[in-house]
């Protein structure tokens, strides 16, 4: 499964990157507005720090609009995913943009008739949110195993993309469910990062260390 990181923050993406853990990342215009500045200069930067997919999404809502940004969006790199609403123009704009060899997602999905809808429009990638269906008293991940059983059953190639991820158990069914990424926000990462066991281990390694140097004073590993 692979993970990509949901933000536009760089220092952020910077981290996790240095750590080797990014296959890509996901943007859209909340999480531009929430750090700031010019979103200009954050696309240019994410495009450079990161190799793999990096979605940055249009805001116009009618298809000419959609197709002008997305074609502006792509001139950032060449691992540019344009990221279109689930609506009639969005799914017009993933048709037109796929055929010209620009790859698309399709967000805010929260149906698997959405999903499947986006992938005859050619969509590389399916953003069904599940921490929102969640809020609302319904269960975000048996939307990840309806898609995923529908497009197993006619071998799409579109790609699961499971977002709105709001905690580690998410991310844990998500791979047991076999969705092919998940874009999590630092926050989630971090947390999945850590294990009370792990610091508490490190602790005791290093007092034991501590009292092994205090009988010989000059050992160094
Ligand atoms: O990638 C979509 C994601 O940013 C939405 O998350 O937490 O606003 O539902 P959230």
């Keep these: ?77 060449d691992n540019v995913v344009v990221k279109v609403p689930m609506t009639p123009d969005g799914l017009k704009a993933c048709k037109s943009l796929s055929s010209e060899g620009i790859p698309v997602n399709v967000t805010l999905i929260f149906s698997p008739n959405q999903a499947l809808l986006a992938a005859k429009s050619g969509a590389r990638y399916v953003s069904p949110f599940i921490g929102r269906l969640d809020d609302i008293g319904q269960d975000g991940m048996h939307l990840i195993k309806e898609i995923k059983e529908i497009f197993s059953n006619y071998n799409f190639g579109t790609k699961i993309l499971v977002a709105s991820i709001r905690h580690p158990v998410h991310v844990v069914e998500a791979a047991k469910i076999g969705a092919d990424v998940v874009t999590l926000p630092p926050a989630v990462l971090n947390k999945m990062l850590s294990h009370p066991l792990t610091k508490i281990g490190l602790e005791n390694f290093l007092a034991d260390w501590e009292k092994l140097k205090a009988g010989n004073p000059d050992i160094k590993i």
């Design 1 to 77: 499964m692979k993970i990509f990181l949901d933000t536009a923050n760089l220092e952020s993406i910077r981290t996790f990157n240095d750590m080797g853990l990014l296959d890509g990342i996901t943007t859209n215009p909340s999480l531009m507005s929430k750090e700031g500045g010019n979103p200009k200069d954050a696309m240019e930067e994410i495009t450079k720090i990161i190799k793999g997919d990096v979605s940055l999404e249009v805001v116009s809502t009618e298809y000419s609009g959609m197709m002008e940004e997305g074609k502006r969006l792509r001139k950032y790199g």
